[in-house]
C-alpha cells in the first residue's frame, strides 16, 4: 500500500520510533502497536499503520487476516479506528515522527541531503518579530 490523496501534489518518505511506552527493548513492533489498540491477535497479525487527514485525522491498521488467508495468499485487511476519544494518539504511538514531502513530479531533489540546517528567523522576520514592532 502506498500512500495516497486525492490530488498527490506531493509525494515522500515517512520515518518514526516507536514509544517507549509501547515497546520493550525485545519488542519495537507493530505487535506492541497491536496490542495498545486490543487487537485480536489471534486472528489478525499488523503489517502497517496508515495515518490519514490533519485535525479529523484517522488511522488504520494493515493486518494479515489469518483465518481468511490461505498459503497461496495472504488477505490483507485495512482495518479503520476511531480515534475520536484518542487525540494524542500520535504522541503515544511515536517518540519520534518525520514526514519530508516533495513535488510529485521531482525526480532531482528527494534523494538529496541538505548541506546544512538553518532557522527561518536567521533569514526572515517571522510574524511575532512583527507584531512585536506594533
Known amino acids: 500500500m502506498k500512500a495516497s490523496v486525492q490530488y498527490n501534489d506531493f509525494e515522500g518518505t515517512v520515518a518514526a520510533d516507536i514509544s517507549d511506552f509501547l515497546g520493550s527493548p525485545a519488542s519495537d513492533d507493530f505487535d506492541a502497536i497491536g496490542k495498545y489498540f486490543g487487537l485480536n491477535q489471534d486472528r489478525f497479525k499488523i503489517v502497517g499503520l496508515s495515518i490519514y487527514g490533519t485535525s479529523n485525522f484517522g488511522i488504520s491498521l494493515i493486518c494479515v487476516d489469518l483465518e ?55 533569514f526572515h522576520k517571522t510574524k511575532n518579530d512583527e507584531e512585536d514592532e506594533d
Open 68 to 122: 481468511k488467508s490461505s498459503p497461496q495468499k495472504e488477505f490483507i485487511v485495512s482495518m479503520s479506528y476511531d480515534g475520536e476519544k484518542d487525540k494524542d494518539i500520535l504522541d503515544i504511538l511515536f517518540k519520534r515522527f518525520h514526514v519530508v514531502l516533495y513535488n510529485r513530479f521531482d525526480s532531482k531533489y528527494e534523494d538529496l541531503d541538505s548541506d546544512r540546517e538553518v532557522r527561518f528567523s536567521e
